[in-house]
C-alpha cells in the first residue's frame, strides 16, 4: 500500500499520528499543497475530491477521508484498539470522535482557510464574515469539550482512542487559524498537553 | 432505550431511515427545533451540542450523532448489513459515508442554513455570502457523485449501505435549499430516485 500525504496539513496529520500509535510505517509520497498538486490530473485520478491522504492498495484500490483510513488500519493492526472494544465503547468514540471534528475541528478550519491569505486560492471564495463568525463557534466547542474531559482523562474515557487525534490536531490547528485557547479552560488545556507530549504527536 | 428525534431535520431522518432499514422501532420523543427545544435546559443536559438526534439507553447514557447511533444499532441488529460485511467493504462504506457528508450533505445544509429566513435564529450570524458559496461546492459534489455511480448501482458497490442512506437525505434537503438537481446528471438522478422510492424513505 502507499499512502498520498499532506505535510502540515491536519487530515494527513490525523492519519500519521494513529500511524505512530499503532508502531507502524507505510510507504509515503508527499502531495504538495502549496503547488496545489492535489488538483492535478493524476491526483484527481487518485481521490476526485482533491483531498489529502489518500490510501492505495497494491491492488489499485484507493480509500480517502482520513477516519476511513484509520478504521482500515485498525482493522489490519487490532493493537493498541483506538477505535472501541465493546460495542458501547465504540459507539462513545464514534461519538467524540465526530463532535470533535464537527463542533472543533470543523470551526477551527474554516476560520483558518476563509481568513488565512495563503488560503486563497485553495478556498475561492474566501468569505471573510465566515470566517469570523466560525471563531465563537470554535470557542463554544472548546468550552463543552472542558466541560466534559471534567471527569476523564480522554475525550472518550479513562484512556486514548482516535477521538483524541482528532481532538489534538484541531487544537494545535487553532494556532495558525489565530484563535487563542483560552488559559482558563483547565481541563482543555490538561488534555491538549498530555496529548501533545506523546510520542505520536511529533507525527 | 429512547431516541430523541426532530421531526423534518435531516439528522433525524437519517437514523429513522436506518432503522426502518432494519426493521425495528425504538420509542421516541420529539424535539421540537421550531421552538428552539433542542436549546432548552433539559435537552442541553442530555446533548451539550444542542443537536438532534440523541439515543439515550436504559442506565441513562447518552449516544449523540447521527452516525454513532446507527453503528451502535448495526451491533445490536446485525442484519441486514448496512456499515459493510468485509474488512475492504467496511473502509469503502466509511469513505463514501463521509465523502457524502463532507461533500453533498454540508455544502447543501450550509446553502440553507445560510439563505433560509427561518433558519435566522438558529444560525446565528447568517452570513449570506457564505450560503452562496456553497452552491457550486454542492452541485461539485453532485457531478462526482454522478460520475461515481457510472458503473455501479450504489454508492459504495452493488448493495444499499447506510452511505446512500446520507445521499438520500442530502439529496432531498437540495430542495428546501432551492438548489436544483441538474438533470444532466443521470446517474445521480437514477440513484436518487432508486433510494427515494424505497419504503424507508417514507421515514
Redesign the interface.
Known amino acids: 500500500m502507499k499512502l498520498y500525504d499532506g505535510g502540515r496539513a491536519p487530515n494527513p496529520r490525523r492519519v500519521r499520528i494513529f500511524l505512530a500509535e499503532k508502531g507502524i510505517t507505510v510507504p509515503t509520497e508527499q502531495v504538495e499543497l502549496g503547488q496545489l498538486q492535489q488538483r492535478s490530473d493524476a491526483y484527481t485520478a487518485i481521490n476526485?475530491?482533491q483531498r489529502v491522504p489518500a490510501l492505495v492498495?497494491d491492488d489499485g484500490?484507493v480509500?480517502?477521508?482520513s477516519?476511513?483510513?484509520c478504521?482500515?488500519i485498525e482493522?489490519?493492526h487490532p493493537e493498541p484498539n483506538l477505535f472501541g472494544a465493546t460495542?458501547?465503547e465504540?459507539?462513545?468514540v464514534?461519538?467524540w470522535q465526530?463532535?470533535l471534528e464537527w463542533?472543533l475541528f470543523l470551526p477551527i478550519a474554516q476560520a483558518f482557510r476563509h481568513s488565512h491569505p495563503r488560503m486563497a486560492e485553495m478556498e475561492n471564495?474566501q468569505?471573510p464574515?465566515?470566517g469570523a463568525?466560525n471563531r465563537p463557534k470554535a470557542l463554544r466547542g472548546m468550552g463543552?469539550v472542558d466541560?466534559?474531559l471534567r471527569d476523564r482523562r480522554f475525550i472518550a474515557g479513562d484512556r486514548f482512542t482516535v477521538a483524541d487525534i482528532t481532538g489534538l490536531v484541531a487544537l494545535d490547528f487553532a494556532k495558525p487559524a489565530r484563535i487563542a485557547i483560552p488559559p482558563e479552560l483547565a481541563h482543555l488545556n490538561r488534555w491538549h498537553e498530555t496529548l501533545a507530549t506523546r510520542p505520536s504527536a511529533a507525527a
Chains 1, 2 share one sequence.
Do not use: C, D, S
Request: glycine share 4%.
Open positions: 476526485p475530491m492498495l484500490t480509500i480517502a477521508e477516519i476511513a483510513i478504521r482500515y482493522e489490519l460495542t458501547l465504540r459507539a462513545l464514534e461519538m465526530r463532535r463542533r471564495p468569505v464574515g465566515w463568525a463543552i466541560e466534559a
